[in-house]
């Protein structure tokens, strides 16, 4: 069945500029898996070398986090839309002098 699996901008250059693309799964693991065959140079942002996914690298299907849910083995209908969202950290330090 097909799912919708939506890019976030940073992750784009790496899918042909793609926001969203249409792939076939039953879990949120084929789905990735099936992601990164398609787009090999995604890989590397979202797994580890030893195919874990990156704790920076969040995923959800409808607004539910699936590290609440049964992480990449939670189960996707075709209505379903998963979102790849990578944390971003930053933001400034500052030490203030009297």
Do not use: C
């Not at 075709?78 to 969202?85: F, G, M, T």
């Amino acid at each position: 069945m097909p799912v919708i699996i939506r890019i976030p901008a940073p992750l784009r250059p790496y899918m042909e500029k793609k926001e969203s693309v249409l792939l076939e799964g039953n879990t949120v693991g084929e789905l990735l898996e099936q992601l990164t065959l398609t787009y090999p140079s995604l890989k590397k942002h979202l797994f580890h070398e030893g195919g874990k996914l990156r704790s920076f690298v969040n995923v959800y299907v409808n607004d539910e986090d699936i590290r609440y849910l049964q992480k990449e083995q939670t189960q996707v209908s075709e209505k379903d839309v998963i979102s790849i969202i990578p944390s971003i950290a930053g933001g400034r330090t500052e030490v203030w002098h009297r």
